[in-house]
């Protein structure tokens, strides 16, 4: 029969009779049933429902409801259900229209032995049906997933006849190529691919029925004409007779990914180069050797085929080689280059563009650029296809050019250009020093943003300016002043506003004093400027100041603001007001201070200080009683390792708990402490305070902990400094010295031989040493080089400046190769920002301390943080403070 299983059969019927002899009869037939009788519309609907029939047997004529309307309810709800009329009569027009509404058969009662024979049909066709209806359907379920997959995939998903003919194309194409699948049909692949992609690998397709290929990258033409990278998998089809019958495949549109690829490579490339670079700068003393060894670099790391670099001989105004590495072809590294122009050129050669015009000059395809270039078909003779040329300046005036070739046209994009400025202005700023003569002071002479010259430079300038000046009996004239509001138009325009504004005010000075050398950028918005021949401060000082102020009050358009600043302005002038270009620039930035606390737009030093004793005493007096009553406190900014996130040392900072005040920070009171000489107790007690508390954290299961405490010029400067020292580091537990100490440049600089003698001796007894606010004041290298110092502190400014501003990068990388050239860490400081966090990640920097990570806070409550880290991830309990925007310190302290 069937299956194994017995057949359940509906019989619709009013006689109990007659459904009994059906039943007998089909049972006789052999096929094992069970029986369900019904007789209404509504047990018929309850039976096919619960009974759920294999086969419906209908009478034809019921007294509640007939035949026909059997049919239909069946024929409604289970359509494929064999149904067969069993009836006394029925008639041969009734029994065709039966059929043709949905009966599968009909067996006339009289003749009721067919009946077994027809179920048994009627169920193996139904079978057979249904199979073919599941099997249909999983087809058409399988089509419709495949077309769905093969529309919405961002591939793009083909086929080809065996000629490599389009004969089938997923819509993705338009988004990739332009064109509609339309227009591809009937079209050969290969003309749609760069020419000389057409027969190489790139165009490749399996050769074999059954074979495939894949990651096939090819140049593929946008309908726009433009180039587009795809990446191609591909079978090849056979046909009935094996043989290759077409080829289906996917390509991949990859453009952005490789050109980010590119991008990465590039950029890594040059960062290695530049890094390289400048430790050659650093590190090597003779100038040819130095720039040969730039060269070599920027041709082995930096990837160009050639570099050369070309001095000025300023007498006869020709560039001549001094170094070149890559394709050393004589006839390009015997060439001298005259500056000027040759009789019977139109041109002047792109060396020569360069020094006469201070900037760079490109030439960024040699075959198809119609600018002058010298010797262009030697060059392309030896396949290059790009030059830039590079000035190489010195106090403003181009002394040489760096020249680099590639192999590659198009080479020298804007980022690779602002790139290669930087490299030669390194170079420009090393050949600086090699012409005075000292190799490595090159860190920080000038403003990276305004071009003026920096506090050092300046009051070296100043000092110089002050010796003239004195022979002939005239006075020189300090100037400062300060942008009122440039912190709002920072946090209201954004910085690269104030950026601008600071580089325009710094213009308009160089426009109205065109003696740059009067000319300085003290830091953070404020300025400098010297004037000689002042015979009475107090009538002409006010006009100085008016002079300066009508440049700064002119409205200034960036961008779509209108913005107006004005200043306060300190006046200080020398002998008077002081005898050292040092002295005359603190105590002119003294008046303009005193200017601001005083709500006035200005003050002259001399004026200023007979309103200033007061308020000093006072808070002489009132620091005096701090030291007495315990009211200095000391917080802890954690240092972060940027590798694992780990924290094993924490940086001491003082502060001063006001009972009226409040916490007053450093800035406040170190210099009156200073200038008292108290400092020396202050941070005597800091030392053994930091002691104490970083034994306390070490006991509470942080072993390893260290503390580094800030020391002043005068402290270290004192006989008994090292003994007071080594006292505190015998009272170490274990004598396991975690006591660290943040000096800065200067101090070292002022007695290199007592300092070094001191370091070694403390050092010893398990001190390290850190120099302070690295970069912002001289460092021969020289002296940083025997120094026993363990590393160097990347001084915040610059850290400020490391994402937007070339200058302040070129440093902080500087900075961080020299720590690893002299084996010692490099730890930036202030950083604010995820993105200067990264900088610095991929420029390798070692440690790292900032408001990013965690703002200064009290010993308990580092210690807390520090618990609650532990075992969580690392950098979590730390994440609060980056999280939550905090206004200020004490802010930090009350909402925990
Ligand atoms: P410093 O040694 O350069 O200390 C770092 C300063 O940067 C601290 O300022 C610190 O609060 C701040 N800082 C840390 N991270 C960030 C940041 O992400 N953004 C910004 N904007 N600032 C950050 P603080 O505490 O006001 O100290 C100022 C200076 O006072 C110190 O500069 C140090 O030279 C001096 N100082 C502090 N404590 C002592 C001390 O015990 N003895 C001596 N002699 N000087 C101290
Ligand atoms: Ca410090
Ligand atoms: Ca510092």
Not at 166 to 190: H, M, W
Not at 271 to 279: K, Y
Not at 352 to 359: F, G, I, W
Not at 529 to 552: C, K, N, Q, W, Y
Request: aromatic letters at 6%; charged letters at 30%; proline letters at 3%.
């Amino acid at each position: 029969m069937l299956s194994g299983r017995s057949v359940k059969i509906l019989i619709i019927e009013d006689s109990a009779n007659d459904a009994e002899l059906i039943a007998k009869q089909v049972t006789k037939g052999g096929i094992d049933c069970a029986f369900h009788r019904v007789e209404t519309e509504e047990a018929l609907r309850g039976a096919l429902a619960e009974f759920d029939p294999d086969i419906v047997l209908s009478d034809f004529s019921l007294p509640q409801f007939d035949g026909p309307r059997v049919l239909d309810v069946v024929v409604a709800e289970r359509p494929d259900l064999p149904f067969i009329f069993v009836s006394g009569t029925i008639g041969e027009v009734r029994a065709i229209d039966a059929m043709k509404r949905g009966a599968t058969d009909y067996v006339l009662k009289t003749n009721l032995a067919r009946l077994a024979p027809a179920i048994d049909r009627a169920l193996r066709e139904a079978s057979v049906r249904n199979a073919r209806r599941q099997a249909e359907e999983m087809l058409r379920d399988n089509e419709r997933r495949l077309r769905d997959i093969v529309e919405t995939s961002q591939d793009w998903i083909w086929e080809l006849d065996a000629g490599g003919c389009f004969t089938f194309s997923s819509r993705s194409v338009e988004g990739i190529l332009g064109f509609t699948p339309a227009e591809l049909l009937g079209r050969d692949f290969r003309s749609f691919l760069h020419e000389s992609d057409r027969d190489g690998a790139e165009g490749r397709l399996p050769a074999a029925p059954g074979e495939s290929v894949s990651g096939v990258i090819a140049r593929w033409r946008r309908k726009d004409g433009s180039w587009r990278w795809l990446e191609r998998n591909a079978v090849a089809l056979s046909g009935p007779n094996a043989e290759l019958a077409g080829f289906r495949g996917t390509d991949r549109d990859i453009t952005e990914r490789r050109a980010q690829q590119i991008r990465i490579t590039r950029l890594s490339r040059i960062h290695a180069m530049l890094s390289s670079i400048n430790s050659a700068i650093v590190r090597i003393r003779d100038r040819d050797e130095m720039l040969a060894e730039a060269c070599r670099i920027a041709v082995e790391r930096g990837g160009y085929a050639r570099a050369a670099t070309h001095l000025l001989d300023p007498g006869r105004m020709t560039l001549k080689t001094v170094a070149c590495a890559g394709l050393d072809s004589p006839a390009l590294a015997d060439a001298q280059i005259s500056t000027l122009q040759e009789p019977g050129e139109e041109y002047l050669s792109m060396a020569a563009l360069a020094v006469q015009s201070n900037e760079a000059v490109v030439c960024n395809d040699l075959a198809k650029d119609s600018q002058p270039v010298l010797q262009r078909r030697d060059l392309l003779e030896l396949r290059l296809r790009s030059v830039i040329v590079l000035p190489l300046i010195v106090d403003g005036t181009a002394v040489g050019v760096l020249s680099l070739y590639a192999r590659e046209a198009q080479i020298f994009d804007a980022s690779e250009r602002n790139v290669l400025s930087e490299l030669a202005g390194n170079i420009s700023f090393a050949l600086q020093y090699f012409q005075k003569e000292d190799a490595v002071q090159f860190l920080s002479y000038f403003d990276p943003l305004t071009g003026l010259a920096k506090r050092t430079l300046f009051c070296e300038r100043l000092g110089r300016l002050m010796q003239q000046a004195d022979a002939e009996q005239r006075s020189v004239a300090v100037l400062a002043f300060d942008l009122e509001r440039l912190g709002a138009i920072n946090d209201s325009f954004g910085r690269h506003v104030g950026d601008r504004l600071l580089e325009l005010i710094a213009d308009r000075l160089r426009d109205r004093f065109p003696d740059t050398q009067r000319l300085a950028y003290l830091d953070g918005g404020s300025f400098a400027v010297a004037f000689t021949g002042l015979t009475d401060a107090s009538t002409e000082g006010p006009e100085l100041r008016d002079r300066v102020h009508e440049l700064i009050r002119e409205p200034i358009q960036i961008e779509s603001h209108e913005i107006r600043v004005s200043a306060r302005f300190g006046l200080a002038c020398s002998p008077d007001d002081g005898d050292t270009g040092e002295m005359l620039v603190s105590n002119a930035e003294g008046a303009r201070n005193h200017a601001k606390n005083a709500d006035e737009t200005y003050v002259h030093y001399a004026l200023k200080l007979n309103t200033g004793v007061a308020e000093r005493m006072v808070l002489e007096r009132k620091l005096v009683r701090a030291l007495e009553l315990g009211e200095f406190v000391l917080h802890y900014q954690p240092i972060v390792h940027l590798d694992h996130g780990g924290i094993s040392s924490v940086e001491a900072l003082l502060r001063w708990q006001d009972p009226e005040r409040g916490l007053v920070m450093p800035g406040e009171f170190i210099p009156t402490l200073e200038s008292m000489r108290l400092i020396v107790e202050v941070g005597k007690w800091a030392m053994q305070q930091a002691s104490r508390d970083c034994q306390h954290w070490r006991s509470h299961g942080f072993p390893d902990m260290r503390v580094a405490v800030n020391v002043s010029a005068l402290q270290i400067r004192r006989r008994e400094f090292a003994d007071s020292v080594l006292e505190i580091v015998s009272g170490w537990r274990q004598g396991l010295c975690g006591l660290d100490l943040e000096i800065t440049e200067s101090m070292l600089m002022q007695d290199v031989q007592g300092c070094v003698r001191t370091l070694q001796q403390l050092r010893e007894a398990g001190v390290r040493f850190a120099i302070d606010d690295f970069g912002t004041g001289y460092s021969s290298l020289a002296h940083l080089f025997k120094l026993p110092v363990d590393s160097l502190k990347i001084d915040r400014s610059f850290i400020a400046g490391v994402v937007g501003d070339p200058g302040s990068m070129t440093i902080v990388r500087t900075i961080i190769t020299l720590a690893k050239e002299f084996h010692m860490t490099a730890i930036a400081e202030g950083v604010e920002t995820v993105e200067q966090l990264e900088l610095l990640r991929i420029m390798k920097c070692e440690m790292a301390q900032g408001y990013l990570f965690a703002r200064p806070m009290p010993g308990e409550k580092l210690l807390n943080k520090l618990l609650a880290r532990r075992g969580k991830k690392l950098d979590s309990a730390f994440k609060v403070e980056t999280e939550a925007k905090v206004e200020s310190e004490e802010e930090v302290e009350s909402d925990s």
